[in-house]
């Protein structure tokens, strides 16, 4: 099991940058695929951005990329999305999410690990 407790969100300008921070617990977190998923207020949860286990590959929404970046340090335990170039409607609140050894499609995720959440507010 894996606790994940995310950080670093806030209000920010339309342009600015924000980075969101996860930390886990446990030893195990170089096993465990990791992403980020975001909903905002009167819309369903979506998939934002994750990398794969093993091999560590990305996978981005086309609303994100070019402009977030997922990276993970297996040595701090944490996994950070980096947003750039931020507009209004990158508004929600993100969560962290996990899942062990998983090797499905990302973009049909469902993750069994999830954090509480932060908010990101974008104003233009």
């Known amino acids: 099991q894996v606790q994940l407790v995310e950080s670093g969100g806030g209000l920010v300008q339309a342009g600015g940058s924000l980075r969101l921070s996860c930390a886990a617990s446990?030893?195990?977190?170089?096993?465990?695929?990791m992403g980020w998923f975001r909903q905002a207020p009167g819309k369903e949860r979506e998939f934002v951005a994750a990398?794969?286990?093993?091999?560590?590959?990305?996978y981005y929404a086309d609303s994100v990329k070019g402009r977030f970046t997922i990276s993970r340090d297996n040595a701090k335990n944490t996994v950070y999305l980096q947003m750039n170039s931020l507009k209004p409607e990158d508004t929600a609140i993100y969560y962290c999410?996990?899942?062990?050894?998983?090797?499905?499609?990302?973009?049909?995720?469902?993750?069994?690990?999830w954090g509480q959440g932060t908010q990101v507010t974008v104003s233009s």
């Open positions: 999410a996990a899942e062990r050894y998983y090797t499905g499609s990302y973009y049909y995720w469902r993750p069994n690990y």
């Open positions: 990398l794969s286990w093993p091999g560590g590959t990305t």
């Open positions: 446990g030893r195990t977190f170089s096993s465990y695929a």
